[in-house]
């Protein structure tokens, strides 16, 4: 995958998936609805049997894992079918082993030490984490200026109504979020709501 991961949608869905059996129907809903890309976390224990799902079936989806926060975790999704990676922040071991894979990947920053380390090392793309918590559009707005080089992908607290605000700075490619498969409609299977969101995101932004 050459094209940055950054340029490809306004914002990536990040899913937690209880159970095992919404993993295809919400890669299908965002599929559906125009949002073809889906980062799942590996928060729960049927994460990467919900990655190996999607990968067999769903194959439009441009499938990212999410929440790697140990080094063996690259490995394991590399291995369920992930072709991109997500870190909520870095460690010098996570990030070789998110490189180690060969998958295009997200590496966590939170402060302007954190970025500089990761230009240093060679990433230009960054994961903004927890991004409205860390400072939110302002905290992007007021580093771009001494640290051009780095763009993002800020996460953490991002709301529909929020999204905007930092799809329209010069550093931000794209945001992530939950508020399009949010729990509790997942947990009433409603995928036509994920469907709905999905439309209004691909519409809107
Ligand atoms: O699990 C990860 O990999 C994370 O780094 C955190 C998630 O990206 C955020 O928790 C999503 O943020 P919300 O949209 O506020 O739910």
Redesign the pocket.
Known sequence: MSESLLDRVPVIP?V?IENLDHAVPVAKALVAGGLPVI?L???TPVALDAIERIAAEVPDILLGA???VTPGQAKQALDAGAQFL???GSTPTLTAAMRDTGLPHLP?AATVSEVLTLLEAGYTEL?F??A?ASGGANFLKSIHSPVPAARFCP????TAASASSYLALPNVGCV????ITPADVLAREDWDAVEAAAQHVHENT
């Open positions: 990040v937690v980062e976390t590996l928060r999410g929440t790697i997500v870190s909520p966590g994961k984490f927890p409205e996460t953490g607290g991002i992530g979020g939950s508020w």
